[in-house]
Nanobody, 124 residues
Framework: QVQLVESGGGLVQAGGSLRLSCAAS????????MAWFRQAPGKEREFVAA????????SYADSVKGRFTISRDNAKITVYLQLNNLKPEDTAVYYC?????????????????WGQGTQVTVSS
């Protein structure tokens, strides 16, 4: 069983930056691929970024490529999402997810554990 706790969300102006953190429990963290998804009001949850268990592979949604960076520190059992050059359309609840395999997936159905989410609001 893995528990995930997100933090780092908040209110920021367009063009600003935030760093989201997702602290995980468990001793086999490096075996889990991790991802961030987001859900804006009235919209479906969508993929943002994912990272393999070792951290060697990453994947990004086209809408965030070049602005967001996913990383992980397996010693700290934490995954991060650096959000730069934020836009109002990035406003959403951001969710951390863990998959019981080391390889990346970009669809929600492949992830076994989810955090409660952290709100990111970008003002224009």
């Amino acid at each position: 069983q893995v528990q995930l706790v997100e933090s780092g969300g908040g209110l920021v102006q367009a063009g600003g930056s935030l760093r989201l953190s997702c602290a995980a429990s468990g001793r086999t963290f490096s075996r889990y691929a991790m991802a961030w998804f987001r859900q804006a009001p009235g919209k479906e949850r969508e993929f943002v970024a994912a990272i393999s268990g070792s951290g060697a592979s990453t994947s990004y949604a086209d809408s965030v490529k070049g602005r967001f960076t996913i990383s992980r520190d397996n010693a700290k059992i934490t995954v991060y999402l650096q959000l730069n050059n934020l836009k109002p359309e990035d406003t959403a609840v951001y969710y951390c997810a863990a998959r019981e395999r080391a390889g990346i997936l970009t669809r929600m159905a492949g992830y076994n554990y989810w955090g409660q989410g952290t709100q990111v609001t970008v003002s224009s």
